[in-house]
């Protein structure tokens, strides 16, 4: 069997598929990089007929970034840089910014992948090009879950500036909401916002606001900042407006020694195998901001045995939701008496989990394992 | 922030009451924001359990649901009241078990609290958590020994009650006083009935915490006559820096504690040392470093 991997070489993602890959003693991983098929799509031609590709994130390359910016349409509805500048973007760790046209310019280059694989029936891809698109929309992705009856934090709506999140909130009777970027990843951009009937306002969040030279810019950070300035909140999101963002439901997070916490549950199959505890004593539980794993077992402790079932199929049924995915990165909320789990998203990426194990395999030995049976 | 509900009270592992109540364990009630059933309906179903007689522990958490609002906040207290015959050996009440994600501390609306140490003669042990509309009224019990205010913002009325309160079998007073944007309007002399032993003259543990004049505070600590009986100071979560602690340091009364507690400090990293030589354990753990707009206490949203 041979697996194909489109990603970038130098990043972990990659080598953790390459070592698993090995270990299974199949032929060696063939890695297109990112970089490569950005440069010549044609390179697709040369993939094998055979076998399985897994399509992998483009992240935490900068040169890959700006190609795909530069691969986007111009258009109006979007804050827009063109191609030749964008190729020219000088590297500013952590802005947020043209989150819109990157995921505009990702989807065309899934296209250009697509339309390749139709000369080659042989070739299978782990997840759907479909798929991908799908969980990079988080809008979209909110209302399959919704239309599926998997619970999930009830999407408000889009929000064009700071004057209409409080309209929503007024209409939806609502008054605390995470505002997400429609396209973001990673914890990137999020915003948890409420406020209270004496009219205080709260922002918590890894987003800086820094104003350099006359001008206001969003910088993603590992610091989570508590905002309550009227008019910091309202630049913030009126900033971060300009790249397609919307509101939900902030349903509170149980708590156990050690912080508040939520699950990071990975399918394969569209079965739950890995799962990690994502603590934070902030309401922002993505672990590269300095959170931690929390104690799995002691939350299983203090679960009844339904309780957990009820986390497993939820997990099952959303990742049946999503044909032709079969590796799926979930998050899963427990509200403080930790019945009625909730999912926050699904991520197209999010395998991601070093060092966690399921039968002894890791996800990227599971996955291999599960594409060899799956194959018979 | 609060970003842990209870996990042990009076000993024992505490759970979200669902139903039934077994003796080995603490009961928490509280409703989430779609609860099909009311704060009410859980209290009452709890004193109903035949086992409520022997219950001797209590936590209250969120009883609003959604968001906290003033009309609401006497609910938890006249709950217990109308209910005390049914809790014949309650002896600890933790009222806001309320974290962050479900409430702002400095958000949570509270009440006059006072009725409950009325209708409970034999308790021992009292926490609340939130101090908007929060009072104790003429304060008078015989058996309280803890007593333990944790809040964002503590108004100066609320800290004056309670330098007047009778509490003569007090053990351990600790208030959070927390930011002067969500309530905190004293001063140093809010704080000095404290100091002295007379206030309460059993008392083992003073926590001063949460304070955003942390450094007055340990200067007014020279001769104060509370420390020839406490075994712990807790100056924890405040604004302690070198004022502070160079105050501290020179007050021999100090060396009588068993405990210092100034975790959450800006001292600076040579007087976390000094501070640490004393000849009593101290926790200096958690040291921040000052920021554009001056110190900040701890918990204060």
């Known amino acids: ?376 | 922030m609060i970003s842990e509900n209870a996990s042990s009270f009076n000993n024992k592992p505490v759970v979200d009451f669902e139903g039934t109540i077994s003796p080995d364990k603490a009961y928490r009630i509280r409703i989430d924001y779609d609860s099909e059933v009311t704060f009410g309906s859980l209290i009452k179903q709890f004193c109903e359990d035949p086992n409520a007689q022997q219950v001797e522990e209590i936590i209250l958490g969120n009883w609003f649901g959604d968001v906290s609002e003033p009309e609401e906040s006497n609910f938890p207290v006249d709950a217990l009241v109308e209910n005390k015959d049914k809790l014949p050996n309650l002896k600890y009440i933790f009222l806001g078990d309320i974290t962050y994600e479900e409430c702002e501390i400095s958000w949570i609306e509270n009440a006059d609290v006072n009725p409950i140490f009325k209708a409970y003669p034999h308790l021992k042990y009292f926490k609340v958590r939130g101090g908007n509309g929060l009072s104790f009224g003429e304060l008078k019990h015989d058996a309280l020994e803890t007593l333990i205010v944790e809040t964002g913002g503590l108004g100066a009325d609320t800290i004056d009650e309670l330098a007047k309160a009778e509490l003569p079998n007090l053990k351990h007073f600790e208030i959070w006083t927390g930011d002067e944007n969500y309530g905190w309007n004293g001063n140093v002399n809010t704080f000095k009935p404290f100091l002295s032993q007379e206030k309460f003259p059993k008392l083992e543990y003073l926590g001063l915490c949460d304070c955003d004049i942390t450094d007055q505070i340990a200067v007014a600590l020279k001769d104060a006559s509370v420390l020839d009986i406490i075994s712990t100071l807790d100056l924890s979560r405040g604004t302690l820096g070198d004022e502070g602690a160079a105050a501290l340091l020179a007050n021999k009364k100090i060396e009588n504690l068993k405990f210092l507690n100034l975790r959450f400090h800006y001292m600076s990293s040579q007087m976390t040392e000094k501070i640490s030589a004393l000849p009593v354990e101290v926790n200096v753990g958690d040291q921040q470093e000052e920021e554009e707009y001056g110190r900040y206490v701890e918990v204060s949203e």
């Open chain 1, 1 to 376: 069997m041979q697996l194909v991997l489109i990603g970038n070489p130098e990043n972990r993602r990659s080598q953790y598929l390459k070592e698993a890959v090995n270990q299974k003693l199949l032929p060696p991983l063939l890695i297109i990089s990112y970089q490569s098929l950005l440069e010549n799509p044609n390179i697709l031609h040369s993939l094998p007929s055979h076998g399985w590709l897994k399509i992998d994130s483009p992240g935490e390359n900068f040169k890959v970034y700006q190609k795909i910016l530069a691969l986007a349409p111009d258009e109006s509805k979007y804050n827009y840089v063109p191609a030749d500048e964008a190729l020219l973007l000088p590297y500013d760790e952590g802005r947020i910014y043209y989150s819109q046209q990157w995921y505009a310019g990702f989807k065309i280059l899934l296209h250009k992948i697509e339309l390749v694989l139709k000369d080659k029936p042989g070739l299978k891809l782990v997840n759907s090009i479909d798929s991908i698109s799908l969980f990079f929309d988080k809008i979209a992705s909110k209302h399959i879950l919704t239309k599926n009856s998997i619970a999930t934090p009830a999407f408000l709506n889009e929000i064009q500036h700071y004057d209409h999140l409080h309209q929503i909130l007024e209409q939806k009777n609502s008054h605390q909401v995470f505002i997400k970027l429609a396209h973001g990843s990673s914890g990137s951009g999020v915003l948890a916002y409420r406020k209270n009937k004496k009219g205080q306002e709260m922002l918590t969040t890894s987003v800086e606001l820094v104003n350099k030279g006359g001008s206001a810019k969003l910088y993603n950070s590992l610091k989570i900042r508590r905002y309550t300035d009227y008019n910091e909140i309202r630049t913030i999101i009126n900033i971060l407006a300009k790249e397609r963002i919307y509101a939900e439901q902030w349903i509170p997070k149980a708590s156990q020694s050690g912080g508040f916490f939520d699950l990071r549950c990975v399918t394969i199959g569209g079965e739950p195998t890995h799962m990690v505890m994502r603590q934070s004593r902030s309401p922002i539980t993505n672990l590269h901001l300095g959170n931690a794993r929390g104690d799995l077992s002691s939350l299983k402790k203090n679960m009844s045995d339904e309780q957990w079932k009820k986390i497993m199929a939820l997990a099952r049924k959303t990742a049946h939701t999503f044909n032709n995915t079969r590796l799926i990165g979930l998050d899963i909320l427990l509200p403080p008496k930790l019945d009625k789990p909730m999912i926050i998203e699904a991520n197209a990426f999010g395998d991601l989990l070093p060092r966690i194990l399921h039968g002894n395999e890791n996800t990227y030995e599971a996955t291999v394992s599960y594409l060899l049976q799956e194959k018979k």
